[in-house]
C-alpha cells in the first residue's frame, strides 16, 4: 500500500497541470477575442469626413474655426484662389486680388460664410470697396473692428443676409449670415450682429499677432 501512494501524487499532479493549462489557453483566448473584436469595432466606424482645402500659407492661420463661438458649427467647405472658376480668378486679379480664403460653417438652420480678400495694394481695396458695399442699400450700421470702421447690415434685395464687411490695410473681410434656411430673420438682429463682430475681431487679432 505504502508503494502506491507515488503514483496517485504524480497522477494528481499531472491534472493540475492540465488543468493550468487548460485556464491559460481560455484566457489566451479571450483576450484574442476581445482584441479582435475592438480593432473590428474600430474598422467599422464611419470614416471621418475630411474638408478639402487649397488653402495655404498666411490666409490658412486665419481661419476661424476656433473662435470660441463657432463651437458645435460645422465646417463644410473651404476655398482658395485656386478653387474659383477661371473666369471668376482672372476678374479677382484684374481687381489687384492676390489671394484668397473663404470658409462656410453650418448648424442647423444657420449658415455663415466668411471671406478674407488679400490685395496687392490699399488702393486697390478702395477701388474695390463701394461695389462690395453697394448690396447693403441704405440700411447701414457702423462700428468699430480694429483700427477701422466696419459695416454690418442687411442686404437691400434678393436673398437677405445680415452681413459684415472691414477692411484692414490691404485685406477685405467679408460676411454673410443665414438663421432661416438660406434666408435672415431680423427678429434676433442685436446679437447675430455681436456674433458677426466677434468672429471678425478674433480673426483680425490673428492678422495682427
Known amino acids: 500500500m505504502g508503494a502506491e501512494k507515488p503514483e496517485i501524487k504524480k497522477k494528481s499532479s499531472k491534472w493540475t ?3 493550468v493549462g487548460v485556464l491559460i489557453l481560455i484566457v489566451l483566448m479571450g483576450s484574442y477575442l476581445a482584441y479582435a473584436n475592438f480593432f473590428a469595432g474600430k474598422t467599422n466606424l464611419p470614416a471621418k469626413q475630411e474638408v478639402k482645402s487649397n488653402i495655404t500659407g498666411e490666409l490658412a492661420s486665419l481661419n476661424p474655426s476656433d473662435v470660441k463661438a463657432l463651437a458645435g458649427w460645422t465646417l463644410v467647405k473651404e476655398q482658395s484662389l485656386q478653387d ?23 448648424q442647423g438652420n444657420e449658415s455663415l460664410k466668411f471671406q478674407i480678400l488679400k490685395y496687392a495694394s ?24 480694429g483700427p477701422q470702421k466696419g459695416i454690418v447690415g442687411v442686404y437691400a434685395s434678393g436673398n ?21 434656411n438660406g434666408e435672415y430673420n ?8 455681436e456674433f458677426l463682430r466677434y468672429i471678425g475681431e478674433r480673426t483680425l487679432t490673428k492678422l495682427n499677432s
Open 17 to 19: 497541470v492540465l488543468i
Open 84 to 106: 474659383i472658376s477661371s473666369v471668376g480668378k482672372n476678374a479677382l486679379n484684374k481687381s489687384g486680388v492676390t489671394d484668397l480664403a473663404i470658409w462656410e460653417f453650418t
Open 122 to 145: 490699399k488702393d486697390n481695396v478702395s477701388a474695390a470697396e463701394s461695389d462690395t458695399v453697394k448690396p447693403f442699400g441704405t440700411t447701414l450700421w457702423l462700428l468699430d473692428v
Open 160 to 180: 437677405n443676409p445680415l452681413a459684415l464687411y472691414f477692411t484692414q490695410d490691404n485685406y477685405v473681410f467679408f460676411m454673410t449670415y443665414y438663421n432661416q
Open 186 to 193: 431680423t427678429t434676433s438682429f442685436k446679437s447675430d450682429e
